[in-house]
């Protein structure tokens, strides 16, 4: 009888989905799009957001690392990439791949891309931020609540205001 019981609770567990079901079908189309147009930034943002949002960094840092490099390459994906990193609790990772986003959106040159002021506003923090965390030595933002918010404040304590 507890051998009936045993192989009756594992046959009916299933196992728990990647993707919620809240989030199954919107990400079920975002994946089709981004699959169908994969060399459109627009399309890998979409569905990088939507596993953030899901929470599923982990799947969103999977379908950047599989874009063409000229996409990853894009601040608003690589903007993404470092939520994701930072969301898996990879905050050195992440602050390397927000400079990157910062060092893109100051590029001069001709063939650089604009990057909006929410972007460089969003990427200056986060960074601000991060590299708070890793001068603490946190990797892992989540796992330690004290020194992840002593970084935040350490990073947002000097508010300053430019005037156009």
Known sequence: MAIGAIWFAGSTQREKPVVGDRHQSK????ENDAALKPNDAAKLNELAQAYLDARAPGM????IERAPEAIRAQPSVEHLYARA???QGRSADALAAERRVLARCADPSADAPTCSTYLLASATRRADILEQLVQLGVEDAQA???ASALAYHNATRQVSFAVP
């Open 27 to 30: 990400v079920a189309a975002l």
């Open 60 to 63: 969103a840092l999977a379908a």
């Open 85 to 87: 990193l930072l969301d």
């Open 144 to 146: 330690h609540p004290e």
